[in-house]
């Protein structure tokens, strides 16, 4: 018998363009360039027509059993074959992609099965992918250690991580899957990406628009063209899902301005020549204009009344048609139908089109629906959080009526909480039975523990350093444990505190905390930061609240402070006492101790939709707290506040706050000339509330003038109508105060959203006013009353008298006669003189400073960091203005 020739498929054919070498997977691969395996026909060789097999005998296989090999195949022994049976089981050997080269070798029906088998997978490597992290390509790749290697897999992985970079808008990425063989028959798999650049779009054509402009079309698209003013924009890149949400919004602008027969007739996306660019032409239709025509509503609901309902419809008949708001009518009448307690209110509008007219007329159609009940409440997805923690803000119970006011108030909670993703939305699922309904709330948690230890710099605090552990969702239970530590060169502080936000599982929170407070106050002398007063307090509060109505809520609050205000000695004293010169009076009547004992409460409401980062809503709240409840101090302070959100649209918040506060001191004040509000107690305004102002920098304030050094025999004397100020400029605060502020959130690309970059502008108002006026130390040009002369002013260093300086005299070298020289300028023994000054008193006024800026937040990798740019519109004499400031390093 004639043998059958070698029948041969090798993998090795099949890899030409990928593998070399058994090292190397060839020229890079793009998605397009990987076709599926072609076997090769053997050669036609003659055979008789049928043959028996007499043996079959595998060889060369190392893992795979010779059986396992054999059970992929149709051979038996003593089966009849002939060449088209010995193809077939070429094309199973093939299919099984376990070997790079096999053979059947026929010996007059002895067949020998030779394999080589594929190697064995021992490491998937990815080299230069810098813009895209491992942990998003390797999800998607199915070739893993242990496995069998198999070309198929690298052709399917390869183009997986393509269309990845497309996504990215990456077109020019290009894949080089390369092998390095190994010993026992195993290979790393080595994938050698180049990203390429960003594919961008350079331009946005247009084609059939007459009534809008491109500028107009270009600014409703979420693809925008790539340029300077777009630079941190992530939609400047290509993106097949982003064009066709492009044509649905261009659809939907056309809609809303009457357009009804709008239509995109094309819309292509052009790769450049060098895959870094795309060029998008839209072809578009306008069409004809229309107006809306007769507007009717017909209802099957017995609480829906037609008439009451088609009152309060906001188009009007001839008003220009606007699909908008027809979607919105839709939603007003759906969520009016919750209200009533109908969850599935099925509102159909149905359109009459006249295109002689071009008018569209429109009925809404409320359906037939029963009242719904809330059947079951789910909460899914919390693996820390406790149920409860999350079913006490629901505004529904399960049996009650569903309303659909509950529900987003219940969402609005829920999302204030801070525990969970942003935008939570609870879903509505039909229940048991038709008017029942299912609410499931599916979370998705985020961390509620901050641990920060940081050191930054701010134009405030100068160096800081800062230490705080916070958890605010502690044991699952939304109770809140925090203790910190800051420092910095003019401020220390330590603070431990625990709030349970539902004591008992009833709704009432209390909590507490006890702190230690260091404060270096400071003013500035040109450029130089000097501190004035140091005030440590020591003390704890105790503090709990209960809400009254679903948006008001009553806190009340009890602390005992320790006070100790001092001044530095080696500075501000003379001998054992305070130096009005030095110090000014007002510092000299704040050093002392004292007790605070103060009970106070606060009336709040609160309808915003997220407490966090609120979009819309309002909130007020009054607050009074009482000193006295024993304690060395006496007063009544009152504030009072209140803030109002608008969404403007476009992801545009408009913030409109106001607030106001005054101090009634009682008892007497801790000397004659000075205020009976304590210089601590007293409010102070100035940044970072006023921004445009330095810290401290409104309100009434004392600036000593004309300092001098008197070593300077030139120039003896400042004269202090040049209003250099000196060493002292000191912000006393006041009993009253205003302020205003109107922010505009600007939204900016994705991009930035991403960055965390939040910038807005803004204009501030406001002012500190009603203080005593302070006695003030003058001693302008240091007029001797008794003759009206210029003199020195001498002070005794140990007993600290202080006398007018003496005339300096000369005597004649050869007379030795001596005369006056007319300068009243030497001192006696034991005097030395004073620099010459005058306090003035500014800023006692209750009106308005006035400023505006912009400012951004960026939540950056080191910390938040606010920056703003500010100018003081409107200004008093010896106010403080500053147009920069930043803070980072600290929350603001």
Aim: include cysteine; glycine fraction near 8%; proline fraction near 4%.
């Amino acid at each position: 018998m004639n043998s059958v020739a070698s029948h041969k498929f090798s993998a090795r054919t099949q890899l030409s363009a990928l593998l070399m070498a058994g090292t190397m997977l060839g020229a890079p691969v793009m998605a397009q360039d990987v076709a599926p395996p072609v076997v090769p026909a053997p050669a036609p060789e003659a055979v008789p027509t049928a043959t028996t097999i007499q043996s079959i005998t595998v060889v060369g296989n190392q893992r795979l059993e010779a059986q396992t090999i054999l059970s992929y195949l149709r051979l038996r022994v003593g089966q009849a074959y002939d060449r088209s049976i010995l193809d077939q089981a070429l094309k199973d050997l093939a299919a099984t992609e376990l070997f790079k080269d096999f053979q059947i070798t026929d010996n007059a029906g002895a067949l020998t099965i030779q394999v080589t088998e594929n190697p064995v997978i021992n490491r998937v490597i990815l080299e230069g992918n810098k813009r895209l992290k491992e942990d998003k390509i390797r999800p998607e790749i199915k070739l893993a250690p242990r496995q069998i290697f198999t070309r198929s897999k690298v052709r399917a992985d390869v183009a997986r991580i393509i269309e990845l970079y497309k996504r990215q808008g990456r077109f020019a990425a290009t894949v080089e899957p390369k092998m390095v063989s190994l010993d026992q028959n195993r290979v790393d798999v080595v994938f050698e990406i180049n990203e390429g650049p960003k594919s961008k779009v350079r331009q946005i054509n247009i084609i059939g628009n007459e009534k809008f402009g491109d500028g107009d079309l270009k600014d409703e698209m979420a693809t925008k063209e790539s340029g300077l003013l777009t630079i941190l924009s992530s939609n400047t890149s290509y993106d097949p899902d982003r064009l066709a949400y492009d044509q649905q919004k261009l659809r939907l602008f056309y809609l809303a301005n009457g357009y009804a027969d709008f239509r995109v007739i094309s819309a292509v996306a052009e790769l450049t020549s060098n895959k870094q660019d795309f060029i998008i032409t839209y072809v578009v239709e306008e069409g004809e204009r229309y107006k809306f025509g007769n507007i009717d509503v017909k209802s099957e609901l017995r609480d829906f009344q037609p008439e009451m309902l088609q009152k309060l419809l906001p188009m009007k008949k001839d008003d220009w048609y606007d699909a908008k708001l027809v979607e919105d009518t839709v939603e007003s009448l759906s969520e009016t139908a919750g209200l009533f307690g109908y969850a599935f209110a099925d509102i159909n509008p149905e359109f009459r089109r006249d295109p002689e007219t071009r008018t569209m007329a429109i009925t809404f159609n409320v359906a037939e629906s029963p009242r719904t009940y809330v059947e079951r409440i789910d909460v899914n997805g919390n693996t820390l959080t406790h149920d409860k923690v999350v079913r006490r803000e629901f505004r529904l119970n399960e049996g009650d009526a569903f309303n659909s006011f509950g529900i987003k108030r219940t969402e609005n909670r829920i999302n204030s909480l801070g525990y969970f993703q942003e935008n939570l939305e609870i879903e509505r699922k039909e229940g048991s039975a038709p008017d029942r309904i299912i609410l499931e709330t599916n979370v998705e948690e985020k961390p509620t523990g901050e641990l920060s230890l940081s050191a930054g710099f701010s134009s405030i605090e100068n160096f800081l350093l800062q230490a705080s552990i916070r958890q605010r969702n502690f044991r699952g239970l939304g109770q809140q444990l925090q203790a910190s530590v800051n420092y910095s060169s003019y401020s220390k502080s330590i603070e431990l505190g625990f709030t349970e936000p539902y004591l008992f599982d009833r709704n009432i929170s209390v909590g507490g905390s006890v702190y230690r407070r260091d404060l270096n106050s400071f003013n500035f002398i040109n450029n130089d930061r000097r501190t004035t007063f140091q005030q440590v307090t020591t003390g704890f509060q105790l503090n709990a609240g209960v809400p009254l109505t679903e948006f008001l809520s009553f806190f009340g609050r009890y602390s005992l402070n320790y006070d100790d205000v001092t001044l530095d000695k080696s500075i501000y004293y003379f001998g054992n006492d305070c130096d009005p010169l030095v110090a000014g009076r007002y510092l000299c009547d704040a050093i002392g101790t004292r007790t605070t004992s103060l009970i106070g409460y606060t009336l709040a409401y609160d309808d915003r939709d997220n407490r966090l980062r609120p979009t819309r809503g309002q909130s007020a709240s009054l607050s009074q707290d009482f000193a006295g409840l024993g304690g060395s101090v006496k007063y009544v302070r009152t504030r009072a506040n209140a803030s109002k959100h608008f969404n403007l649209g476009s992801r545009f918040i408009l913030n409109i706050s106001a607030e106001g506060g005054y101090i009634y001191p009682f008892g007497n004040a801790p000397t004659p000339t000075s205020d009976k509000v304590r210089l601590t107690d007293r409010f102070f305004l100035g940044e970072p509330q006023m921004r445009g102002f330095d810290i401290r920098g409104i309100g009434p304030r004392v600036i000593r003038y004309g300092s001098v050094d008197l070593t300077d025999p030139a120039n003896p004397i400042l004269d202090t109508t040049t209003n250099d100020r000196g060493q002292i400029d000191d912000a006393l605060g006041g009993r009253a105060y205003y302020q205003g502020r109107i922010e505009l959130d600007i939204p900016l690309g994705t991009g930035a959203k991403e960055l965390g970059l939040r910038p807005s502008i803004f204009v501030d108002i406001g002012s500190v006013f009603s203080v005593k006026r302070p006695t003030l130390t003058t001693l302008a040009n240091f007029k001797d009353p008794t003759d009206n002369l210029t003199k020195y002013l001498c002070r005794n260093a140990t007993t600290g008298q202080q006398v007018f300086a003496t005339e300096t005299t000369s005597t004649d070298a050869t007379t030795g006669v001596v005369t006056g020289t007319g300068q009243y300028t030497t001192c006696g023994t034991g005097f030395s003189p004073l620099a010459p000054f005058e306090e003035r008193f500014f800023g006692d006024t209750w009106m308005p400073r006035v400023s505006i800026g912009a400012g951004v937040n960026w939540n950056s990798p080191f910390g938040p960091f606010r920056i703003d740019f500010a100018y003081a519109l409107r200004k008093e004499e010896g106010d403080d203005t500053k147009r920069f400031s930043f803070n980072v390093g600290t929350q603001f």
